[in-house]
């Protein structure tokens, strides 16, 4: 394979990592165009951080083959690691240092000049925010000042791929936005990011093709609106005026559609999930279909919208559980540390 002249960032083929008796990764396969944001997305365990690993060449696969811009991450690490950067799940900046001793440190070892490192320091702390916290040390940073700190460490040198391993775990939501603004600032920048996340509405966001990794599987692969149109042409949710009628509502969907119902927390509230239909057009007619239903039999509806499923549905749909349930025995070994991981020489 080369992903020079397929202009793709990284290619794999039947990627495999194991610990002991367990497959964490197992045979995955992947194409990342290069100038985008990949996203890899699947509960905690899925396999997404083993993944990582390897193709940054801090793990050794056991098996098939990897390249990213053209270089295999075993035989050819030194030229993929340099191409690459990597922010884990967890703060690799020293917390007793300040946000600028950290970045002119990690500068110098780049190779910067002492005043190249110091300018290159200031002008990441300003273009992250971190300017006012320049001279305070990290372990007084908040979450996402900690995060953005990470971040602005792994583009001293702008890579040409940088690895974002769950980089909004724990955030609030203003914090989760600042990091989202700074991987679109840079990829504007001609950086390709491979983005892991058990986060549905941050894959929705930034990415522009997804992967849905499970149980160290692929099993899904596309964009956003490929994978939602492949579990259904969308969703009716329906607000009804009388609560007592909700049952005798969501058996008229069930055999008016021929589709799954949900009841939602709102007692009032019901989703009805359309079947795979060849235009909006289909969709449009089957939630006529049923909103006539629910007329007929006396049923008033407040409240009604169309839309297409969301990515929690797609994943529900694909797995038969959500991004925040352990995906099993793969969970403890893709969270591992542990020492005699190999690491490819």
């Known amino acids: 394979m080369s992903t020079q002249l397929s202009g793709l960032a990284i290619e794999t083929a039947g990627l495999v990592k194991t610990f002991g008796e367990t497959r964490a990764v197992d045979g995955v396969d992947l194409s990342v165009p290069a100038g985008t944001v990949y996203g890899v997305l699947g509960p905690n365990g899925a396999g997404k951080t083993t993944t990582v690993k390897m193709l940054a060449t801090l793990l050794r696969p056991d098996g098939g083959e990897a390249h990213v811009f053209g270089h295999d991450i075993v035989r050819e690490a030194d030229e993929v690691r340099g191409r690459v950067s990597l922010t884990g799940q967890y703060a690799s900046v020293d917390e007793d240092l300040t946000g600028t001793e950290n970045l002119v440190l990690l500068g110098r070892l780049l190779g910067h000049h002492k005043k190249a490192a110091r300018e290159r320091a200031a002008q990441l702390l300003e273009a992250f925010g971190l300017t006012d916290a320049a001279a305070k040390q990290v372990k007084h940073y908040s979450g996402g000042m900690r995060r953005r700190i990470d971040i602005a460490a792994s583009i001293l040198n702008t890579p040409d791929l940088l690895f974002l391993d769950e980089p909004t775990t724990g955030l609030d939501p203003r914090s989760r936005n600042q990091v989202w603004e700074i991987v679109r600032a840079v990829v504007a920048q ?156």
């Not at 160290?216 to 609560?243: F, M, P, Q, Y």
């Not at 058996?251 to 927390?265: I, T």
Request: hydrophobic share 40%; charged share 25%; aromatic share 2%.
């Open 190 to 345: 001609g950086t390709t990011v491979l983005l892991t996340t058990q986060y549905l509405d941050e894959a929705d966001q930034l990415a522009s093709r997804i992967a849905v990794i499970d149980r160290g599987k692929v099993i899904a692969e596309g964009t956003k609106g490929e994978l939602k149109s492949s579990v259904g042409a969308g969703s009716v949710h329906l607000r009804l005026r009388d609560a007592d009628q909700r049952d005798l509502a969501a058996g008229l969907l069930r055999r008016a559609l021929d589709a799954q119902v949900q009841p939602e927390p709102d007692p009032v509230a019901l989703t009805a999930r359309l079947g795979t239909a060849a235009s909006d057009d289909s969709a449009s007619e089957q939630a006529a279909r049923a909103l006539n239903a629910l007329a007929r039999a006396g049923i008033t509806v407040d409240n009604f919208s169309l839309g297409q499923p969301s990515l929690d549905e797609v994943f529900l749909a694909l797995t038969g559980h959500d991004t925040h349930d352990s995906a099993g025995s793969a969970d403890s070994a893709d969270r591992s540390d542990d020492p005699k991981d190999e690491v490819a020489a």
